[in-house]
């Protein structure tokens, strides 16, 4: 099977495709290239369609941090987790990851090398914690951050939930009155279009067109719908997309708190586990808009070179006057993770706060936009039999 595998090298991120039986070779077979795996997936075939496994990465976590707190050591608890797992993918990496430590190599080495079970973020956390020896911690951690990130997700789900539901539901209503209401009136009309007001013999015509045409114009729309959903598949398209709503005034300035919320939270968890700030910086690169990640480049060297985090982020545009003077207050007290942890949950409640907004505008304004175009559909059908009936007084 041919699998995808992102990773880093000295010149920075890279894609490599590999043939390998399962993403543990892959992954094998990327790192004697001298290649950081970051994520391998399947990648062709019917493996592009198959449901992708996931590790319970957070489920993993919480029950190893229960089992270490009841004094079980790391060996123990990872046997107790294999021995109760009843998926055959979950215990197969689990009984490779003890077969690691079993041959000596530390915690950390022996899940880095489950590329498609523990990412980069969680492998670092618990590199850190070794070298402290307070793995339940580094753990408890993880799991918070995973939580508030999840958080944050869920509300914008939850934002875009009933939007997206009116949405459609709109426009089904809207598709069955121009596919199967339409045709029917237009047989009705038939011959008399001339003699109806402007906008609905075009409606009419659509509907003769419709009715004459159905199958092929059904499969035009088809195959539409699946090229539209080829080209989002396209890492250019959507980064072309991507730009384009950047650019967008209103949107594009919270989409960069956004991003700049989740960047923050993912740099102070490492940074209150030990990583190095530019190590800390270069993992959480990926979180990042293209044009915000060049910018995180240049603040890197600006730190590399002795610059304080705070003066070379404001430098770099990757703040903003909150987070400036709270990184400044973060390196005064020698706090910076749990300054920028701080950062992101301030963020996490303007974001939510801006959301509840876009929800309570938009609704109301989507309602009505549906509703017109319903209402207009049904009046220019019925408006002939108005005329009709009154010219008949």
């Not at 077979?29 to 592009?48: D, Y």
């Not at 707190?69 to 990872?78: C, I, N, R, Y």
């Not at 079993?102 to 915690?107: A, C, N, P, Q």
Request: proline share 4%; glycine share 8%; net charge positive.
């Amino acid at each position: 099977m041919r699998f995808e595998v992102r990773g880093l090298t000295t010149a920075g991120r890279v894609r490599l495709s590999v043939e390998a039986a399962h993403a543990e070779a892959a992954a094998e077979q990327a790192r004697r290239q001298g290649l950081t795996v970051l994520s391998v997936r399947g990648s062709g075939g019917l493996g592009r369609f198959a449901r992708r496994y996931r590790f319970p990465l957070i489920l993993f976590s919480r029950e190893l941090l229960a089992l270490l707190a009841s004094g079980l050591t790391l060996v123990e608890a990872l046997q107790t987790l294999e021995e109760k797992e009843s998926r055959a993918e979950t215990r197969e990496v689990l009984r490779r990851v003890l077969r690691s430590l079993h041959e000596g190599e530390t915690f950390s080495s022996a899940i880095g090398q489950q590329a498609e079970a523990f990412p980069p973020l969680f492998v670092a956390a618990v590199r850190a914690a070794e070298k402290t020896s307070n793995l339940a911690e580094a753990l408890a951690r993880y799991i918070a951050y995973q939580e508030q990130v999840e958080r944050v997700r869920n509300k914008v789900i939850s934002a875009s939930v009933y939007p997206l539901l009116l949405l459609a539901l709109g426009s089904l209503v809207a598709l069955f009155l121009l596919v199967y209401v339409v045709p029917r009136f237009s047989s009705v009309y038939e011959g008399n279009l001339a003699r109806l007001p402007w906008a609905s013999r075009l409606l009419m015509e659509w509907g003769t067109l419709m009715a004459q045409h159905a199958t092929a114009l059904g499969l035009a729309f088809l195959l539409l719908v699946l090229g539209a959903v080829q080209l989002l598949r396209q890492p250019q398209v959507r980064a072309a997309l991507s730009r384009r709503f950047w650019r967008i005034p209103a949107l594009g300035e919270r989409l960069h708190v956004f991003q700049l919320t989740r960047f923050y939270r993912t740099v102070g968890m490492l940074l209150s586990g030990g990583i190095p700030a530019v190590t800390a910086l270069g993992m959480a690169e990926g979180l990042l808009h293209p044009e915000l990640r060049l910018r995180l480049q240049r603040a890197a060297e600006d730190i590399r070179a002795g610059q304080p985090i705070s003066r070379a982020m404001e430098r770099a545009g990757l703040t903003t006057p909150v987070a400036s003077r709270m990184l400044r207050v973060g390196e005064k007290s020698g706090r910076m993770g749990e300054m920028m942890e701080a950062i992101a949950t301030f963020y996490d409640d303007e974001i939510a706060r801006s959301l509840e907004w876009f929800t309570r505008l938009f609704e109301p304004l989507l309602m009505v936009l549906i509703g017109g175009l319903i209402g207009l559909i049904l009046v220019l059908l019925y408006m002939p039999i108005f005329e009709l009936a009154g010219s008949m007084e």
